[in-house]
């Protein structure tokens, strides 16, 4: 078995890690305010399709991937290609995630640092008895220069290069172990609280009722390529997680689990969070910074906020730690594999580089005039914009498409059935949904967007 990288002792510690990579700031930051962007319930609706019906089916097949090679992404994806007699190009279905991993932690590491910074102010009292629109100077203040953010981010940034540096995995597994259910009571209790004291009808009005019209293609996009920056795929990360996937585990289970718990905290995150904007006001579109700027208004008003606020962020950012461990993993391992650099080495020097790369979103934010490129037609986006787009709405959704067609077409039938260990029917159901309704629904909603079909 490859050393590259910490094992797994038991099932649970399995369940734990893939849960931690895949419960971060894509469910309580992202999910919200594209939602809020996007018009509310159709999109959900489309979110919850899309992670049902490809997502699912999408984490089985990298899980089974690393559980037949038992090796790092690229090389589990050759040994499965291999014995199916096809050929070893199919390793692009472990590369994609070096590249993906590298550039969605550039700018993630930066937004967990604003997480880190409202640790701080919720310890320290800075929401307490602020109105809207205090709470949105703040934010704005924040994001003033780029030296705040440069230093808030350089703390994950550290912490995550120490921690895979070194091996701490499985020292932290524990702590996570106790903070993963604390995120979850601190959600549960901020939804009673929103639904108590704010817009509890209007908000699940918005979110469940759907409005299709309210829905451009380009949302069914972004819902689409959400699902799979929410549940950590296509970027290496479960093909890595499914090598050490104990003998006793259902990989079918495990993966209905981990979908299962991640869409709950990101319908719990904008249930509190949406009472709160319309409660006060605010606009759902308001964007990146909408739970930064609605969330702090509670705990401004509610008893014991200033423990309650700080200790959200702090398990927030937990969440996000957890993540980013995940995420840079991928290129640690492809150092160590393909460039013949220690796991230290190789830790620093990807942190390193995605320090530099993080002050693209950092300026960005800060609205940096050379921050902002133009596209072909008079499309104008920052690079913070353009980074997101293109992770995760074209090079996960092209990935999971790569990785849907190797396993239900290229590895032979005998191969993933017997890998993937289930019931003919959930093996069947499995199947179809890799070799037709994947591909075909992925292949259709890029060709609508470039206008080569017209839905
Ligand atoms: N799933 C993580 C989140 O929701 C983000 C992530 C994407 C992590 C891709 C690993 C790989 O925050
Ligand atoms: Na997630």
């Known amino acids: 078995m ?22 971060g700031l894509g469910n309580i930051w992202k999910f919200p305010y594209i939602m809020g962007e996007n018009g509310g319930g159709a999109f959900v609706l489309v979110y919850l399709v899309c992670i049902a019906l490809i ?10 991937i690393g559980k037949f090679g038992r090796q790092t992404p690229a090389r589990s994806a050759v040994l499965m290609a291999k014995a199916s007699g096809r050929s070893s190009a199919w390793r692009v279905t472990g590369w994609g995630g070096v590249a993906a991993g590298f550039l969605i932690l550039s700018f993630y590491v930066v937004i967990a640092g604003w997480a880190v910074a409202y640790t701080w102010y919720g310890f320290s009292g800075r929401f307490e008895n602020q109105g809207a629109e205090q709470i949105g100077l703040l934010f704005t203040e924040l994001n003033a220069g780029p030296w705040a953010l440069m230093g808030w981010s350089g703390f994950i940034v550290l912490g995550t ?68 920056f929410t549940l950590s795929l296509a970027s290496g990360i479960m093909m890595m997680y499914g090598a050490y996937l104990p003998d006793n585990t259902s990989l079918v289970k495990t993966s209905v689990y981990i979908a299962i718990m991640d869409t709950l905290v990101a319908l719990m995150a904008g249930l509190a969070i949406f009472p709160i904007v319309f409660a006060n006001g605010l606009p759902a579109g308001a964007g990146p910074g909408l739970i930064f700027q609605s969330l702090p208004i509670a705990f401004g008003q509610m008893p014991l906020g200033q423990l309650f606020g700080g200790s959200f962020f702090l398990m ?19 150092l160590v594999e393909n460039r013949g650099l220690s796991r230290w080495q190789a830790s620093a020097s990807a942190g390193f580089a995605i320090w530099l790369a993080s002050l693209l979103t950092v300026f960005s934010l800060t609205g940096a005039e050379w921050s902002v490129v133009s596209l072909w037609g008079d499309i104008r986006i920052s690079f913070f ?67 080569v079909l017209n839905l």
């Open 2 to 23: 490859s050393q590259n990288h910490g094992q797994w002792t038991s099932r649970f510690s399995y369940v734990l890690a893939a849960t931690g990579a895949a419960v």
């Open 55 to 64: 997502g699912i089916p999408v984490m089985m097949a990298e899980v089974m």
């Open 161 to 228: 290069v120490l921690v895979v540096g070194k091996g701490l995995q499985k020292g932290l597994e524990k702590a996570v172990n106790l903070m993963m259910p604390i995120l979850f009571v601190l959600l549960a209790i901020m939804v009673g609280y929103a639904a108590a004291t704010g817009n509890f009808s209007e908000a699940v009005q918005f979110m469940f009722a759907a409005d299709f019209s309210k829905l451009s293609w380009n949302g069914v996009l972004i819902a689409l390529g959400h699902s799979f």
């Open 316 to 334: 927030v950012v937990v969440a996000a730690f957890t993540s980013s461990i995940a995420l840079i993993e991928s290129s640690v391992a492809w």
């Open 385 to 451: 914009d353009l980074l997101d787009y293109i992770t995760a709405n074209i090079m996960l959704p092209l990935g999971g498409l790569i990785i849907a067609v190797f396993a239900s077409w290229a590895v032979s039938e005998e191969i993933s059935r017997r890998t993937l260990d289930t019931t003919p029917a959930l093996y069947r159901l499995w199947q179809l949904s890799l070799r037709f309704v994947a591909p075909v629904a992925i292949v259709a909603v890029f060709l609508n967007l470039i206008g």
